[in-house]
């Protein structure tokens, strides 16, 4: 049955009846009426952020499915409450899909959607449809709670060390193997785990979400944000918001070892994936030299994270410093950017 | 410029700047982080609503401007605060369209976002932007407060007299002139202050939000929503969701007064689109019979809005009896939704 058939109502009904059906913690309202109705931790501040996933922009059919595209487009607001090191709560979806669409494809989507939020037990309070007149159109607000000061972009200040969690380019591997096709990657030499690997990490990317608790908690953490334009655009808004400058060691930046295995066989560069690539969903952060060390260790032993520190903070103009093995700084392209991607 | 030549920084820069300068209350963090950080009024709950806004499904470009596509974004989602009877208080906007837009047009759509917003102190504290691969996409998620228990859908009992503020079918009326092209809804005998009065209504429309909060606060009131989709499909909500029937008098359905000269001039049934049309953002509500005349009275003079019974709730499987001049129930077509729209 299309959603045509089943109608708007029809489909709202589905989306209820798709819940677990026990009323989720802090939401007198749910889906259903005009507005949720929801129930702050009193002494909390209210985290609010918002995405756009556009089909034939943030990805193709061609290569996700439906769940795909639900898991995500949770996934990635997971991770913006994760860079203020928020507790993610509650989320309200709007999709628009052509009239054709079969409903079991939305049904897949809203699975999607809650088996990235279930871990996290954020529940799904309200949300709109509507028809689509091209492809699939989703907006995800995620809402959350903080106990109190959020760790900004703002914040870095000259001689902060810079570190990121994990490692990068995954993702931007993953993307390339999806655009070339599985097959012909196989065939070019990337190894079957690794293609699981990396695609996997593209269409069902994770949130640090107790890795950005614990260091929105954490003594001698000043900024915070997380790597979903790519480094370079990040660590710009950092520098930017902060009025800073940084340095970068490319030798220390932490590339995924998928990542590194897909640009060997596809002859690309991984240090490109890692630092222009974007959807890493890993978090940057800046904190007191002093601290960095005692930080990674308790980190790792926290959360099981891994924690490289990449370069420092400077006074000075915006910008960043890419050092190359011989010391001297490397040029290297911008990273993500929407209307110039 | 287009917004290709601007690039999403430079568009969120613009959007940024283009705020009151001031910083909007209880938001310790707004645009330029991961998520906005809000400070909820202590003792209140937060109500959460969201709504989509897509070229050639809600609008058309040929005779909306970015300005209208602004407001009216905003609009619709002050009237589901205002269903509540809710205060509204934060906006995350999120906005895609194609590379080649001009960037004036994006600052006029914000524009009209902001002039809908301001008189109800609403600040936009948050959002996304995206290219779009075909026509405009907008995501509006409005935030605001509630001091206590909210007017539901779901608590309409038998018994209670329905009623519904201002009036029906402007917005309706309005379409229909915007489609026909206000030319040639003059020359078939529309009136020029018809046509600015109904189309205005369409494109601008005002959310019922002091109407709300009166309702909302007031003894006898039952359940409550806004009139978005049609009085069919809305007051087929509350019966619904209260498990109830409804009984209507056609002869009680106020209808605005420039909706009935537009269909006398095109040669429609104005009521057609009081019932079926929607959009026009008044409040649908429910409330004891014996409170009904106080409240009308009341509410007349607290807000200068009218007030008018149009039918009573009664026991009963889900479902609405027109009832036509003759006492005999008449046989009318559904209210709007979408995908069978």
Redesign the interface.
Known sequence: MS??E????G?IRRIREGGTGAPAAGV??GI?????????T?GS????????V?????FRRAWATPADVGWKAMAVNL???A??G?VPR?A?V?L?VP?DTPSSDVDAFYAGLREAAAPHGVAI???????????W?V?V????E?PGR?R???AARAGDVIAVTGSLGRSAAGLAVLELGADEARRRGVPGTVIDEVTRAHLRPRARVAEGQWLGAARGVHAM??CSDGLATDLGHICR?SAVAARVDLARVPIASGAAATARALGHEPIQWAIAGGEDYELLLTCEPGDAERLSADFRAGTGTSFTVIGEIQAGKPGIDWIGADGRPVPLPAGF?????
Chains 1, 2 share one sequence.
């Open positions: 959603v045509r089943l109608g708007e109502l489909l007198p309202v259903g009426d005009d507005a949720a109705m929801l129930a702050v009193p501040a209210l985290l609010a952020t918002t995405d756009l556009i089909e034939d922009v943030h991770s913006d409450i860079a203020m928020g509650w309200l709007a628009a009239g309070v309200g949300g709109d449809t509507s028809q689509s007149p091209h492809g159109l907006n607000t995620l809402l959350g903080h959020p900004l972009r703002s944000l997380d918001e950017e929407h209307f110039r991607g």
